[in-house]
């Protein structure tokens, strides 16, 4: 099977400005979750999507948003980009039944 | 919510030495603790997980342990290897969300 994927890999934008990144799941996996990774706070939780449906959320502002699609490929936007924006965006996938989750490899955000 | 620490947040050692690696919970009702390998560059890898019913799992040259009574679990690597050099990230989760906690990460230095 084909591991998770996500476009773009790296990205650079400016304050003010929003992202959209985009998520594949391993065929099979409904349930995709995203995560911030930065040196100073680690792999933080932004929201996980099920079935069209976002089924949980971390402690992130109302800019951090997401969606899936029926295909369970999903996206997330970022408004308003701050420096403090700038990280690695992991995605995850899994099966909703099992616990363990595949991770993509990242896109690479900058804010100046 | 669930808190993970973890420790150390850098590990140096010379290779065939044993590494160890301590985290530490806070809920009581996390029962799955998995460990992610991520090497530079790349995306966050499963290499062992362990539920809260078992104390200990072994696979090859990697060794989990878990105390549920004293909330903390352990990632032993014996006979390190250089390409063992990676940043080692533990996590915490319930059954019903499945959403992780991560740890802070561990960087891990073998020496040749």
């Known amino acids: 099977k084909a591991g998770v994927t996500q476009t773009p890999r790296y990205l650079i934008k400016t304050r003010g400005q929003q992202v959209t990144l985009s998520c594949s799941p391993i065929?099979?996996?409904?349930?995709v979750s995203w995560y911030q990774q930065t040196p100073g706070q680690g792999l933080q939780f932004l929201f996980e999507?099920?079935?069209?449906?976002?089924?949980n959320k971390g402690n992130f502002p109302g800019r951090f948003s997401g969606r899936q699609f029926s295909n369970s490929r999903s996206e997330m936007n970022v408004s308003t980009l701050e420096l403090g924006d700038s990280a690695l965006y992991l995605c995850?996938?899994?099966?909703?039944?099992?616990?363990?989750?595949?991770f993509g490899p990242g896109t690479r955000l900058l804010v100046l | 919510g669930e808190n993970v620490e973890q420790h150390p947040s850098t590990l140096s050692v010379q290779e065939g030495d044993s590494a160890v690696i301590k985290c530490t919970y806070s809920?009581?009702?996390?029962?799955?603790f998995p460990w992610y390998k991520q090497e530079l560059g790349k995306r966050p890898q499963l290499i062992i997980d362990?539920?809260?019913?078992?104390g200990e799992k072994k696979d090859q040259r990697i060794a989990v342990t878990l105390n549920k009574t004293a909330k903390h679990f352990s990632l032993h690597i014996t006979e390190t290897q250089p390409e063992d050099s990676a940043v080692y990230f533990c996590?915490?989760?319930?059954?019903?969300?499945?959403?992780?906690?991560f740890g802070r990460g561990t960087s891990l230095i073998v020496h040749p």
């Open positions: 995850a996938s899994r099966v909703d039944s099992q616990e363990t989750q595949y």
């Open positions: 065929s099979g996996h409904r349930s």
């Open positions: 999507y099920f079935s069209e449906t976002q089924r």
């Open positions: 809920d009581s009702a996390s029962n799955y």
């Open positions: 362990i539920r809260s019913n078992v």
């Open positions: 996590a915490a989760s319930k059954g019903g969300s499945y959403i992780p906690t």
